[in-house]
Each structure stands twice: as structure tokens, then as C-alpha cells.
């Protein structure tokens, strides 16, 4: 069976920085597109960074553009997403996702098939 299991959540303050981890198992990502999600509280959860089809392509949200990195190493079948320069509002449970629907839009929560259990992050004033 597929299992994502983020870890590398924390508190941090503003401006800071931190590094989140997902370890796949049961499925390979190195051909396959990887994403992060977040959701805070009340909110629908988005789509944060995509890692496309394996091959270094990535796309970022708005709000993550400029200040969030996307990465992985296939070899550990492990997406990474590095995220600086942090603000309040990025406080939120942060998901990484596999398996794209074909033809979906890749920050729809729908259109992805795998996902773990979140990850808390907590950005401070």
C-alpha cells in the first residue's frame, strides 16, 4: 500500500525558515509528479508547490513564489518543500500529495490520489 509521511513541521518565527520531508512508500515518485498542499484552519487546502512528472519542473503558488523550493531526491524517494522567509499566514498543516490525475489542475486536492497525514507549521509575530 502507498504511504506519504511528512515530517519537519515546527514553530518558527517570521522571517524564519524550515525544511519539511515526505518519505514515500509503496510507490515511486521519480517519474511521477510530487506536491505540497497546505490547509489552515476554516480554509479549503490549497496547492502550495508541484514537482512536475519527475523531470525539474516545478510550479509555485502565489503566495509561495520567491520564498518556497520544491525539490526531491528520487533515490530516497523523498520530496523536500524549503520554505524561507516565513510569515503568519503560511501557519497551516501541510500535506505532500502523489499521483496526478491526468489532465486535472495540479493545486486541485481533487485531482490527486495519495496524500499523508499533514504536517503542523506554525509561523509566529
Known amino acids: 500500500q502507498v504511504q506519504l509521511v511528512e515530517s519537519g513541521g515546527g514553530a518558527v518565527q517570521a522571517g524564519g525558515s524550515l525544511t519539511l520531508s515526505c518519505v514515500v512508500t509503496?510507490?515511486?515518485?521519480?517519474?511521477?509528479?510530487v506536491a505540497w498542499f497546505r490547509q489552515a484552519p476554516g480554509l479549503e487546502r490549497e496547492g502550495v508547490a508541484l514537482?512536475?512528472?519527475?523531470?525539474?519542473?516545478?510550479y509555485y503558488s502565489d503566495s509561495a513564489k520567491g520564498r518556497f523550493t520544491i525539490s526531491r531526491d528520487n533515490a530516497k524517494n523523498t520530496v523536500y518543500l524549503q520554505m524561507n522567509s516565513l510569515k503568519p499566514e503560511d501557519t497551516a498543516v501541510y500535506y505532500c500529495?502523489?499521483?496526478?490525475?491526468?489532465?486535472?489542475?495540479?493545486?486541485?486536492?481533487?485531482?490527486?490520489?495519495?496524500w499523508g497525514q499533514g504536517t503542523q507549521v506554525t509561523v509566529s509575530s
Open positions: 514537482s512536475y512528472t519527475g523531470i525539474g519542473t516545478t
Open positions: 509503496g510507490y515511486t515518485i521519480s517519474s511521477d509528479s
Open positions: 500529495a502523489a499521483e496526478f490525475t491526468f489532465a486535472g489542475v495540479w493545486y486541485h486536492q481533487k485531482d490527486w490520489a495519495y
